[in-house]
Structure formats: C-alpha cells, structure tokens
C-alpha cells in the first residue's frame, strides 16, 4: 500500500510563496516508477490539475493558471515531490492534493481518474 503524507500547507498573503511537500510511502514501493503530480480543489469546485512530472523528474507541465509561478521537483532517493508557489494569488486558494502513478512514460497525465493513491491533502489560504 502506498501512502502520500503532504505538508507545507498554510496561510500566506498576496504575492507571498510557499513550497509544498509530498512524502510517499510503501511497502515494496518504488517511488522512482511513478508519475507524481498535484491537484487542488477550492470550496464548491471541482478538483483541478496543479502540475505533473515525470517518474524520472526530467520534466513537468503546468496548468495554465499556475505556468510561471508554480514549479515541481522531485528527490526520488527522499521519496518526495515538492511543489514550489510563488507569486501566490487569492485564487489559489484550495486543499492541494499530491498524486502517484505508477508510469515511467512521458505522456502528462492530467486527468485524476488515472491516478492509483492520493493523500489527504493540504489547506492553502492565499489572503488579499
């Protein structure tokens, strides 16, 4: 069973960064074989693609809305994605998701439904 622990979340003002977490976690779990992105979802809202990248961290794609600001990496001998937001906006404001999926393609998978373990999340409050 795999788990994914996020943390960094928390309050920040307008224009303000900061840089999430995401620790996975398993039983003969080979973090290096999966495809690790983060989703967010606001009050009333669907949940939204944030960013994905790749098993081997060579590369990421972004949704529009955070291209520029938000940039992800990955330690795979610590197990960890990070997402790092700066140029924060009161509309990012959101419970971020972090995502694992076991693919070592480079095809950017978007959509939640691929993704096999998910963790429960970090608040986000952007205050204007």
């Known amino acids: 069973q795999v788990q994914l622990v996020e943390s960094g979340g928390g309050l920040v003002q307008t224009g303000g960064s900061l840089r999430l977490s995401c620790a996975a976690s398993g039983r003969s779990f080979s973090f290096s074989m999966y495809t690790m992105a983060w989703f967010r979802q606001a009050p009333g809202k669907e949940r939204e693609f944030v960013g994905v990248?790749?098993?081997?961290?060579?590369?990421?794609y972004y949704a529009d809305s955070v291209k520029g600001r938000f940039t992800l990496s990955r330690d795979n001998a610590k197990n960890t994605v990070y997402l790092q937001m700066n140029s924060l906006k009161p509309e990012d404001t959101a419970i971020y998701y972090c995502?694992?999926?076991?693919?070592?393609?480079?095809?950017?998978?978007?959509?939640?439904?691929?993704?096999?373990?998910w963790g429960q999340g970090t608040q986000v409050t952007v205050s204007s």
């Open positions: 995502a694992a999926d076991r693919y070592t393609g480079t095809y950017y998978r978007t959509q939640p439904r691929v993704y096999e373990h």
């Open positions: 990248i790749t098993s081997s961290g060579g590369s990421g």
